[in-house]
């Protein structure tokens, strides 16, 4: 089993961890909310991101990417880099949604592989919502 640099190094909070109101940050991050569902065969029907600014719907066959190029896109709106790590990703993820499509999501938002080779971080702050009955 060999671990690629890109899975490697990012936090996740699962929604039953337990919150300390004496450990909340001052300045509040950024959440951007994606939402994955799942169609036909458990496939992936869509990607629903919503930042709090701007609300989309993927549903082409590169919805990762452009997953990808959102998030880049709102690091990059944040300019400051010790404001751009405060970037968090909550996760809904449809529960008959295939484990493999909720993996391509995950380091869809982690970053990106830039044509030297070299690895351009996104956000390594991850987190799931509860799951709906």
Known sequence: FK???LEGDFEVKM???STNPSSIDEV???VIHVGLTAGVNRDIASIEIDDGT???TYT???MFQQLTNFVENVVAREGDPSIASEVEVEFDID???RYRYAVKAIEA???RVLPDGTIKKLVNKIKFTQPQE
Do not use: K
């Open 95 to 97: 529960s008959q949604l």
């Open 54 to 56: 701007q609300a989309l």
């Open 15 to 17: 929604p039953l961890a």
């Open 28 to 30: 509040l991050p950024t």
């Open 109 to 111: 938002v982690s970053g």
């Open 60 to 62: 082409q066959s590169d």
């Open 3 to 5: 671990v690629a640099a």
